[in-house]
């Protein structure tokens, strides 16, 4: 994660398009103004955190990301909050994400399965 101590907000950044929705909020394509790089900003309602009792969670992810330095974990570049959302800014990756991979190819050849599944585990090895 980046640590500078720069103040960041929304107004910093560019919005692109939405690019998915999970059970805790959007995510978004955004341009950060100042250096014209693309970011997948995750944007999450405290409301809803709040009522789902998932504060505690986000704040795990949040610095789980920031502490990780492993390819095979997304990057966390900047996180802020406003009075009423939490925004992650982390490492946008265009091949998106494992679930539509799964999606839109229904099912993996054994030797692409092995492929993710060595990555996933390289990645909960490094996590532990």
């Given at each position: 994660?980046?640590?500078?101590?720069?103040?960041?907000?929304?107004?910093?950044?560019?919005?692109?398009?939405l690019?998915?929705?999970?059970?805790f909020g959007?995510v978004?394509?955004?341009?950060?103004?100042?250096?014209?790089?693309?970011?997948?900003l995750?944007?999450?309602?405290?409301?809803y955190?709040?009522?789902?009792?998932?504060?505690?969670?986000?704040i795990?992810?949040r610095?789980t990301l920031a502490?990780?330095?492993?390819?095979f974990?997304?990057?966390?570049?900047?996180?802020f909050?406003?009075?009423?959302?939490?925004?992650l800014?982390?490492e946008?990756?265009p091949?998106?994400?494992?679930g539509?991979l799964?999606?839109?190819?229904?099912?993996?050849c054994?030797?692409t399965?092995?492929?993710?599944?060595?990555e996933?585990?390289?990645?909960i090895?490094?996590?532990?």
């Open positions: 994660m980046n640590n500078h101590n720069t103040i960041i907000s929304l107004n910093d950044f560019q919005n692109i398009c690019i998915g929705r999970g059970a959007e978004s394509l955004v341009l950060k103004i100042s250096n014209m790089q693309k970011y997948a995750k944007t999450m309602s405290k409301d955190l709040h009522r789902k009792n998932m504060s505690q969670q986000i795990k992810e610095n502490l990780s330095d492993c390819v974990i997304v990057a966390l570049y900047y996180s909050e406003t009075e009423d959302e939490i925004y800014v982390m946008y990756m091949g998106g994400d494992f539509r799964i999606i839109k190819l229904g099912f993996f054994e030797e399965a092995k492929f993710y599944i060595a996933a585990a390289l990645a090895d490094y996590l532990h």
